[in-house]
Nanobody, 124 residues
């Protein structure tokens, strides 16, 4: 059974950095895509970033809105990170970790497993 547990959310000022973590169990990172999504109040869940593989064979995908500011990575201890730099007010949302079999993808409907989410609030 796959379990995903996010942590690291909080309240920060615009321009600050924050690192989210997702502890995963019940899956093999080398053959699984891990993704981050977010959902702001009144909006649909949107793709943030995804990664597949570990070590030298890694594929990543980023939403245009976070390219150059956010960085997704995985550790050998089955944890996926989302490093968020230069945060903006519009980054405020609940951030979800998700997993899927196969290559990186941005469609939420193709992800099979989801965490409970962690709140990120960015104030001006």
């Amino acid at each position: 059974q796959v379990q995903l547990v996010e942590s690291g959310g909080g309240s920060v000022q615009a321009g600050d950095s924050l690192r989210l973590s997702c502890a995963a169990s019940g899956l093999t990172f080398s053959s699984t895509t891990m993704g981050w999504f977010r959902q702001a109040p009144g909006k649909e869940r949107e793709f943030v970033a995804a990664i597949r593989g570990i070590g030298i064979s890694v594929r990543t995908l980023y939403a245009d809105s976070v390219k150059g500011r956010f960085w997704i990575s995985v550790s050998a201890k089955s944890t996926v990170f989302l490093q968020m730099n230069s945060l903006k007010v519009e980054d405020t949302a609940v951030y979800y970790c998700a997993s899927r079999w196969g290559d990186v993808a941005s469609s939420a409907g193709t992800y099979d497993n989801w965490g409970q989410g962690t709140q990120v609030t960015v104030s001006s």
